[in-house]
């Protein structure tokens, strides 16, 4: 796919979640009734698949997708090695995660994507490139780590540009709560590492705020609450534009202590 195509596809995407934020009630009618126990932190949508992404699914999702269904996984049998383990938390079309693993062959990738094209699109290129250190799940973020990611397996867990809820009263829907900064504790292993993303400054300062309060991590930062980007995490186009026209980005990173 071209890159103008994802720009319209995200574009589109963006325009539909704000519109789903505009109205939530008529929204929530359609959920699945697993999705309705809590509130969630995104909004289902329906994808307009490409055959590009489309082939994706059909040829390499056999092979590297994995589904609630599987249960807990055990992550060596999964990649047929022990390495480190980095997991991350709405990949969006895939761009960054792809970088990482063609980058970074030495580590295993997991990504979660509720967006079908997404997922698609990460499949495909994942696939022509051979990379066989990468596999995704297309589900909701927080019942894979409650039934999928065994507690202390993860070294890294990335959460780039989440859905910021932008109104007040959303802000209940941010998937950065306290609740949450403690499931991911418990799945990190000690010492390793939650990076957080964000170019909404109330955002990243609502970040800031959570974990703080969270029990067992401290704060990587040495000036301020706010890290450099590391050389890890890839720049997308969307956020080299952003940076032209002014836009900040913060990157927040804590380590699990206990």
Known sequence: MSDSTDAQNLNQDAAEATEAENNLPEQEQNVPEEHKRRIRSFVLRTGRMTAGQQRGMDEFWPKWGLTLEQGMIDPTDVFGREAPLVLEIGFGMGHSLLEQAKTMSDHNFIGIEVHTPGVGKLMAEAGDAGLSNLRAYEDDAIEILKQCIPDGSLDLLQLFFPDPWHKKRHHKRRIVQAEF???IRQK???GGRFHMATDWENYAEHMVEVMNQA??????ATDGDYVPRPDSRPVTKFEKRGERLGHGVW???YRRTC
């Open 181 to 183: 900064a403690q499931m």
């Open 188 to 190: 990190l292993k000690v």
């Open 215 to 220: 029990e067992g991590y401290e704060n990587t």
């Open 251 to 253: 990157d927040i990173i």
